[in-house]
């Protein structure tokens, strides 16, 4: 299948890095080299791979190599952070279809997208996450769309609506609707007709059964196999509804699977599904990240990406003890530590870290909630400049106008300048002690 041969070649080019005794350039080119061709031969636009590529040996040859981090793990995180961005990057995830309301979605595609067998696996995913799902047969084209969606729809278990000699099928959308709203039904999916190669009365179609049954969303279902041409599919649809969302099917069995997905990407089109096999089951939101991540068949890509993430947290937080000890630490420099510090838990972290400091801090200086964090950082971005780098000169009359600003109270930032003048307080006084124990550059280059 064409996604475990991609991910194949991409994983064994990453593994030839891991296994490399040095990662020089000579290492990264061949990488580089292995990418490509596995991009290519997926049918990936020349374009595309090219830029890739650049990106590719530029970041792993010249990049900073953060605190605790290989050659190698730079490598494989610069690889699966290009290969993200090509799919569409980190997004969020979809909103769910809220419960006990009607939701319909309308399916719309070219003869031979795979449009009612996709209808059938999204009413098989809906159903397995707890909703009540009908089916409606709004094709009266295509001869044998009834009886293959009634099929499926038994398949999945879902209810089902068809008129199997219906002339109108604007009209046969509307009654399906309805009759399935009436019965309580959550998630209406209403399959239309296709059209062969003619996008033009496709779009039509598409328009008025949208204005007879007034979906909340249309979803595009684009064949994989047609590579890069699904770009134009998607910029025709994407032009013409503002509510449009795509299903991309047949990616288990193209080699153009991947120059579908990229083009696609690249319309800004949102991809919503992805079919991943025959089966009814063989289906799944697309979520860039989770894809690349299979695709590189790492299990532990996750962690390594955390990995990074805590690295820069760490410099962040020897960047800070060093203002600090300089003398030249404010609030501008408590706001970004915390704001580094948020996922990690309490501020008073990273002065634990550094030897020396958190055995000897008081109860009132590392007793940092997330509650508190948050309430001090809306404090601070209350702030002027001058009162940020300078909080000495915050009197009476600033400290109620800040307060107003942020929706808080003078007590909760007298709190906040407290803890600021303690922590500060304390922490050079420990610096230094360190200074004559070891010198001050000792305790800041520590990990």
């Known amino acids: 299948m064409v996604l475990e041969s991609l991910g194949s070649s991409i994983s064994s080019a990453v593994k030839k890095v891991l296994r490399a005794p040095v990662v020089d350039e000579k290492v990264v080119k061949e990488l580089v080299r292995d990418i490509q061709r596995a991009l290519l031969q997926s049918d990936v636009n020349v374009r595309l791979v090219l830029d890739l590529s650049k990106n590719i040996e530029k970041k792993i040859l010249e990049e900073e190599l953060p605190p605790g981090i290989t050659r190698r793990e730079l490598a494989v995180k610069v690889v699966y952070d290009e290969l993200v961005s090509l799919l569409g990057g980190e997004r969020p995830q979809p909103p769910k279809y809220p419960k006990g309301k009607t939701t319909i979605l309308l399916l719309v595609g070219i003869q031979g997208s795979g449009k009612t067998t996709s209808a059938s696996k999204l009413a098989w995913l809906f159903k397995k996450q707890g909703y009540s799902v009908g089916l409606v047969c709004a094709d009266n084209f295509r001869a044998g769309a009834y009886d293959q969606l009634k099929q499926l729809a038994e398949k999945a278990g879902v209810a089902f609506y068809g008129e199997r000699d219906a002339k109108d099928a604007v009209e046969l959308a509307v009654n399906g609707v309805k009759k399935l709203k009436e019965s309580g039904t959550e998630i209406i999916i209403v399959d239309t007709a296709g059209r062969h190669k003619n996008e033009s009365a496709l779009i039509e179609e598409m328009r008025q059964v949208a204005e007879a049954v007034k979906p909340d969303e249309i979803i595009l279902v684009l064949d994989a ?223």
Do not use: C
Request: aromatic share 6%; no cysteine; charged share 25%.
């Open 225 to 447: 196999t047609i590579g890069q041409q699904a770009a134009q599919q998607a910029e025709a649809f994407n032009s013409a509804t503002k509510i449009g969302t795509i299903l991309l099917t047949k990616l288990d069995g193209s080699a153009r699977g991947g120059g579908a997905l990229s083009a696609v990407v690249a319309t800004k089109a949102p991809i919503r599904f992805i079919g991943t096999g025959e089966g009814i089951e063989e289906i799944e939101v697309f979520n860039p990240k989770r894809f690349v991540g299979r695709l590189l068949g790492m299990g532990d890509i996750e962690s390594l990406v955390e990995k990074f993430k805590e690295a820069e947290i760490s410099k962040t937080g020897k960047d800070t003890m060093s203002a600090i000890a300089s003398g030249r630490f404010t609030l501008k420099d408590l706001y970004a530590q915390m704001q580094a510090m948020r996922k990690m838990g309490p501020f008073s972290k990273i002065l634990q870290a550094i030897p020396g400091f958190g055995m000897n801090l008081p109860k009132e200086s590392i007793d940092l909630t997330e509650e508190k964090m948050k309430k001090w950082m809306v404090i601070m971005q209350s702030m002027t400049e001058e009162e940020l780098t300078e909080p000495h000169i915050i009197d009476g009359s600033r400290a109620r106008r800040i307060a107003r600003g942020s929706g808080t109270t003078t007590k909760d930032l007298k709190e906040l300048l407290t803890q600021y003048k303690i922590s500060k307080k304390y922490i050079k006084q420990l610096v230094k002690k360190q200074k004559r124990m070891q010198g001050l550059k000792g305790i800041f280059t520590a990990r």
